[in-house]
């Protein structure tokens, strides 16, 4: 499947928009995922680009082309062995688009999330044998982007973040910049785009579980 047009659309239009990843994690490897990508604080920015149909020269999806490539994700998604409740959701007021899906262990989230984007299958979620949660992040995000100083200034101002939940707590983190929740059971990290564009592993984070 290619690259899926709501995240095509942070590769051109920029501007003010948030990605939040979303977790739920539980010990026997099963769990929740949500992907939340918000333009709601440029939606006319980013309505303009739609209807004018092109961006720097371009393409940009229609509306029509968009609901009908989320319809072809939940049909993709929902055939990988593990996964279920495959959901998405769009509203072109906002400009508010959301994935949602259950899966029954980590590679049938990595297939997923593989899924998304048309590059070579990569590791994205693993559990080593030191009672850890592992997150190798790769976002689609064209690299080339960094060196445009047009749009330094927009991507500073768009955040990834991510929100983790296990049903045991947390003993250590290896990401310096991520955050744990008062019950331990949650972690939070958020970086600016274009820190991201410039080192992706600012993302990476292995989690370690008391016993």
């Not at 010990?27 to 092109?54: C, H, M, N, P, Q």
């Not at 972690?187 to 989690?207: C, P, R």
């Amino acid at each position: 499947m290619k690259k899926i047009m709501i995240l095509a659309l942070c590769f051109f239009l920029t501007g003010c928009f948030e990605i939040t990843e979303r977790i739920k994690h539980n010990s026997d490897e099963s769990g929740d995922y949500s992907l939340i990508v918000d333009f709601s604080k440029s939606w006319f920015r980013t309505k303009s680009a739609i209807w004018l149909e092109e961006v720097d020269g371009v393409s940009i999806p229609s509306e029509e082309d968009i609901k009908n490539k989320l319809a072809d994700f939940r049909t993709q998604a929902s055939k990988i062995e593990g996964v279920s409740s495959v959901t998405t959701k769009y509203d072109f007021k906002t400009y508010i688009f959301t994935f949602k899906f259950k899966y029954s262990n980590l590679k049938a989230l990595n297939a997923v999330l593989n899924s998304m984007n048309n590059e070579d299958p990569i590791t994205h979620f693993s559990k080593s044998k030191e009672n850890s949660f592992q997150r190798f992040a790769s976002y689609p995000i064209p690299k080339n982007l960094v060196n445009n100083e047009d749009k330094k200034e927009d991507l500073n101002d768009a955040h990834i973040t991510t929100i983790y939940t296990f049903d045991k707590e947390v003993s250590q983190l290896t990401n310096p910049n991520s955050k744990l929740s008062k019950s331990k059971q949650t972690v939070f990290l958020k970086q600016n785009i274009y820190n991201v564009l410039k080192n992706n592993t600012l993302m990476n984070n292995t989690i370690y579980f008391n016993p």
